[in-house]
Structure formats: structure tokens, C-alpha cells
Nanobody
Framework: QVQLVESGGGLVQPGGSLRLSCAAPGSIFSIYAMGWYRQAPEKQRELVAA???????NYLDAVQGRFTISRDNAKNTVYLQMNNLKPEDTAVYYC???????WGQGTQVTVSS
């Protein structure tokens, strides 16, 4: 069973930073664009950021300029650096190989004072 393994969530104060990591099997990572989604309570899951195999990126407007997605092809890992976090960023964050059913288990990010 293919698994994407996430880490890096936690509790942070507004204005703080967190970095999420997602490790994937090389057979998946080398082929697909990778993305980070989030789902807040009683809200639909939304795509936060995505990165192609060539390194092109896209961001949700609400996180543009605060979040940075990157990938390390040698480590088969995608990262989401989140700066200047806001309470509305609170959600469970999931990584995904775009357009596939390969998902991580989710990691909780809570932004609160």
C-alpha cells in the first residue's frame, strides 16, 4: 500500500511559522506533481499549494506570499513552509500526489494565542 508520510504540524501562535514535510515513494514522487490540501472543521478540503516535477508552483490566494512549497527530489520529499500564520490557517493538512488517490494521513495545524 502506497503511503505518503507527513510530519511537522503543531500548535503555534499567530504570526509564527511551521514547516510541514511529506515523504513519498520514489515511484510516485518522480512522476507526479505534489500538493498540500487543508480541511478546516465543517469546511471543504481545499488545495493550498502545488508543485510540478519541474518545480513550477501555484498557491491559494489566501496563502500567497506567506506559504512556500518546495520539493527535494533526492529525498522524495515535499515541504510546505508556512510563515506569518493566522488563526484561519487552522486545519488538518494533507499531502497528495496530484490527480491520484495517494494521500498522507493528515497533520493538525492549530494557530492560536
Amino acid at each position: 500500500q502506497v503511503q505518503l508520510v507527513e510530519s511537522g504540524g503543531g500548535l503555534v501562535q499567530p504570526g509564527g511559522s511551521l514547516r510541514l514535510s511529506c515523504a513519498a515513494p520514489g515511484s510516485i514522487f518522480s512522476i507526479y506533481a505534489m500538493g498540500w490540501y487543508r480541511q478546516a472543521p465543517e469546511k471543504q478540503r481545499e488545495l493550498v499549494a502545488a508543485i510540478t516535477t519541474a518545480g513550477s508552483t501555484n498557491y491559494l490566494d489566501a496563502v500567497q506570499g506567506r506559504f512556500t512549497i518546495s520539493r527535494d527530489n533526492a529525498k522524495n520529499t515535499v515541504y510546505l513552509q508556512m510563515n506569518n500564520l493566522k488563526p484561519e490557517d487552522t486545519a488538518v493538512y494533507y499531502c497528495n500526489a496530484i490527480y491520484t488517490h495517494y494521500w498522507g494521513q493528515g497533520t493538525q495545524v492549530t494557530v492560536s494565542s
